[in-house]
């Protein structure tokens, strides 16, 4: 699941962001990984929400 909305992120612990923000960012290398062999990917639109997921990961840790 590569999408992360605004309110679950909210609800979540500082330690529970961070272990969230590692799965996400190592989703999108396995999709970076997937892109650049030339394979298909199995859901186009989930290289975009998972980087728009990182960011909105990445700052509502700098927010707080």
Same mark, same amino acid.
């Given at each position: 699941m590569s999408y992360v909305s605004n309110r679950d992120i909210a609800s979540m612990s500082k330690d529970a =962001? @961070?272990?969230r #923000?590692? @799965? #996400?960012?190592e989703e999108l290398l396995q999709l970076r990984a997937e892109k650049a062999l030339g394979g298909t990917p199995s859901s186009i639109g989930a290289y975009?929400?998972?980087r728009r997921s990182i960011a909105r990961l990445k700052t509502h840790m =700098? @927010?707080?």
């Amino acid at each position: 699941m590569s999408y992360v909305s605004n309110r679950d992120i909210a609800s979540m612990s500082k330690d529970a =962001r @961070e272990s969230r #923000l590692l @799965e #996400l960012q190592e989703e999108l290398l396995q999709l970076r990984a997937e892109k650049a062999l030339g394979g298909t990917p199995s859901s186009i639109g989930a290289y975009k929400a998972t980087r728009r997921s990182i960011a909105r990961l990445k700052t509502h840790m =700098r @927010e707080n």
